[in-house]
Nanobody
Framework: QVQLVESGGGLVQAGGSLSLSCAAS????????MGWFRQTPGKEREFVAA????????YYTNSVKGRFTISRDNAKNTAYLQMNSLKPEGTAVYYC????????????????WGQGTQVTVSS
């Protein structure tokens, strides 16, 4: 129904920036809540940010608030995560996810997932 492909990960020094993209295909992209999560080995998948279907209600975990910006462009079927002032603890595989219902911070609540993109922050 919805296919998601992340891109934009890579290596960056602490304090630097990266922009992640999530290209969506399939039907009814604009009706889904879009989320970004991250995961490191041995740890639970962590909520990072989410945005509602119309793109006017973003949510952030406190650890990234003020540094990350989530957005979406439904005309382009793409969601974004702009990451500024990156910290070493931000090193993780970042996943894009889509949920047919309203906002959730729980990974199990999301219906579709991308393959992930690696972000490594050096220090």
């Amino acid at each position: 129904q919805v296919q998601l492909v992340e891109s934009g990960g890579g290596l960056v020094q602490a304090g630097g920036s990266l922009s992640l993209s999530c290209a969506a295909s399939g039907r009814t992209f604009s009706s889904y809540t879009m989320g970004w999560f991250r995961q490191t080995p041995g740890k639970e998948r962590e909520f990072v940010a989410a945005i509602n279907w119309s793109g006017d209600i973003p949510y952030y975990t406190n650890s990234v608030k003020g540094r990350f910006t989530i957005s979406r462009d439904n005309a382009k079927n793409t969601a974004y995560l702009q990451m500024n002032s990156l910290k070493p603890e931000g090193t993780a595989v970042y996943y894009c996810a889509a949920r047919r219902a309203s906002f959730s911070q729980t990974p199990a609540a999301y219906d579709y997932w991308g393959q992930g993109t690696q972000v490594t922050v050096s220090s």
